[in-house]
């Protein structure tokens, strides 16, 4: 456990030096959604019985915690990796792979949900109405658990920095908008929806929106990201005991 400290300890380190950018750089997108969809379409057009702004924020929500989560594991670890080579500094330290993987993937995901919190408190100054229960954390820090391992994987397995530009342009970015964080998937053909369903953001969207809203929990939903977090934990332990 003293190695999963150490590694927390440093990215504590790392955020309180930088927390005024890394604050700065949570609100931009989510704020432009919110001012573009939020105050354009807001309470004017509904969207599955309910107002669009209540509507929207569980999906910035899902999709921002998304993208901060998988950035802050993803790229200082492939930039330590490649060109710092300071990934080896870890792997002479007396710290286990298993600790040192725990804990930049706790440590991702711990970024994601303190970005989720300053768009919550954005959101409430746009008019939003959702509620907030223990349910709600816990699907929302599942799903920054999830892509913070998916960018530990991705970190371990490129070979450039390119890659990583790619790997955002052709798996991030289409999820973004295509995983029911801005529309209802309800008029999407039904092959589709299933492909859709079946990756890692939409059941977050879904499983977000459905406790905010007040309505019934898909159970599917936990249980794909579920699935997926074990499968990428797996890998990224995989990976660095092959490092190792």
């Known amino acids: 456990m003293h190695g999963l400290g150490a590694v927390l300890w440093r990215?504590?380190?790392?955020?309180?030096?930088?927390?005024?950018?890394?604050?700065?750089?949570?609100?931009?997108a989510p704020l432009l959604y919110l001012v573009a969809f939020g105050w354009g379409l807001g309470k004017t057009v509904n969207m599955d019985g309910?107002?669009?702004?209540?509507?929207?924020?569980?999906?910035?929500?899902?999709?921002?915690?998304?993208?901060?989560?998988f950035n802050a594991v993803a790229t200082p670890t492939s930039i330590a990796r490649l060109y710092d080579k300071t990934l080896e500094e870890y792997l002479v330290a007396p710290i286990t792979m298993f600790y040192f993987a725990m804990g930049k993937i706790l440590a991702g995901a711990l970024r994601g949900v303190y970005a989720a919190i300053i768009i919550l408190i954005i959101a409430f100054f746009f008019g939003a109405n959702f509620h907030l229960n223990l349910l709600f954390f816990a699907l929302l820090f599942l799903n920054c658990l999830v892509f913070s391992s998916l960018g530990f994987v991705v970190a371990l397995k490129i070979k450039s920095h390119p890659d990583m530009a790619r790997f955002n342009s052709f798996v991030i970015t289409p999820m973004l908008f295509i995983c029911g964080t801005f529309f209802s998937l309800s008029q999407v053909p039904g092959t589709l929806q299933l492909f859709i369903n079946a990756l890692p953001l939409t059941p977050a969207s879904h499983g977000l929106r459905a406790v905010a809203l007040g309505t019934a929990l898909p159970l599917w939903a936990p249980a794909i990201q579920m699935l997926y977090l074990v499968v990428l934990v797996g890998a990224g332990l995989r990976i660095c005991n092959k490092v190792e």
């Not at 990215?11 to 931009?28: A, D, H, N, P």
């Not at 309910?50 to 989560?69: E, H, R």
């Open 11 to 28: 990215e504590y380190l790392f955020f309180r030096r930088r927390w005024w950018t890394i604050t700065t750089s949570s609100m931009v």
């Open 50 to 69: 309910v107002s669009y702004i209540d509507f929207l924020v569980p999906g910035v929500i899902a999709l921002s915690t998304m993208n901060v989560s």
